[in-house]
């Protein structure tokens, strides 16, 4: 505490300390004001005396006590509240100037009256005056505005963690849909480099299967060419019965052998269609 708020506090604390000094001493002449307050004081608050003259000495040891804490002691704002409490019934009681016919008397009750109004809003004044410390007030709100800018930052924070995320998220999405579509891509590649591969190779076992279909037809011609020279040799030979045996046995030969080279050059050209078109197929399914 500075001197100056002491020197304050002691010069407000001053008539406190020696009225009360003085109610102690000689309570007799405040106990007839007292008197009308006393009862009703008492009623309410059982732990007070109801007797006047007690109620005196008592509001006088009130006044002494709090004046010396407003002073020295370490309570000083409690003891400004204490000793503002105490005027309240002091005042209703000496100084009710509206019940007052004397005018002289009147004027002095009013202005004590007000004097001591004035010394409780002087009292109000020191019990907030926390001698430049942060006032309980300032301190619950100060911590309410740290609580609320922690919650603020965290909520900021949480925001910023769940957009990150969120934005992970997103670029993941696009990478899984790129990966895919370049695998679709690439399979399509591949299916169409396949596709191209197994028309290359159907039409190479086409060609296959033309050549071996034009060698048998051939072998088939040149089969019947045979025929028909050995019935022309038999046909020739066929004035002698011994010959004419022979021919026609030769011609049955002929022609069995014709029939024969027909037959395997038919087979043959079937069994390379077949080849063929196991070869396709394959080829289409891989």
């Known amino acids: 505490m500075t001197l100056a708020r002491r020197a304050a506090r002691a010069a407000l604390a001053a008539s406190f300390i020696s009225g009360g000094l003085d109610q102690l001493r000689n309570p007799q002449p405040k106990v007839g004001p007292a008197s009308p307050i006393a009862k009703p004081i008492a009623d309410r608050v059982p732990q007070l005396p109801n007797d006047p003259e007690s109620l005196v000495k008592l ?7 709090g004046g010396l804490g407003l002073v020295f002691g370490p309570f000083a704002r409690p003891a400004a509240l204490l000793l ?6 002091t005042t209703l009681a000496a100084h009710r100037f509206w019940e ?17 109004v004035s010394l409780v809003g002087g009292l109000l004044i020191a019990a907030l005056d926390t001698g430049g410390r942060p006032s309980v007030p300032y301190v619950a709100g100060k911590a309410l505005k740290g609580v609320g800018h922690a919650v603020g930052d965290t909520a900021d924070s949480v925001g910023d963690t769940v957009s990150g995320a969120a934005g992970a998220l997103a670029g993941a999405a696009t990478a899984v849909g790129g990966a895919v579509a370049s695998g ?10 396949v596709s191209r591969r197994s028309r290359k190779k159907s039409a190479k076992a086409a060609k296959r299967a033309e050549a071996l279909r034009l060698v048998a037809a051939a072998q088939a011609a040149k089969a019947a060419k045979g025929s028909a020279k050995a019935a ?6 066929a004035d002698s019965s011994g010959a ?8 049955l030969t002929a022609a069995a052998a014709t029939k024969g080279a027909a037959v395997s050059a038919g087979t043959a050209a079937r069994e390379g269609a077949v080849a063929t078109k196991e ?5 289409v399914a891989r």
């Open 59 to 65: 509001d006088g040891a009130i006044k002494v006590v």
């Open 100 to 116: 007052t016919t004397d005018p002289d008397q009147k004027v002095s009750d009013r202005v004590e009256f007000f004097k001591n």
């Open 184 to 193: 679709a891509g690439a399979v399509a590649h591949s299916a169409g480099k």
């Open 244 to 251: 004419a045996a022979k021919a026609k046995a030769a011609a």
């Open 232 to 237: 022309k040799r038999a046909k020739a030979n």
């Open 84 to 89: 503002a409490g105490s005027l309240v019934p």
């Open 279 to 283: 070869k396709v197929g394959a080829a």
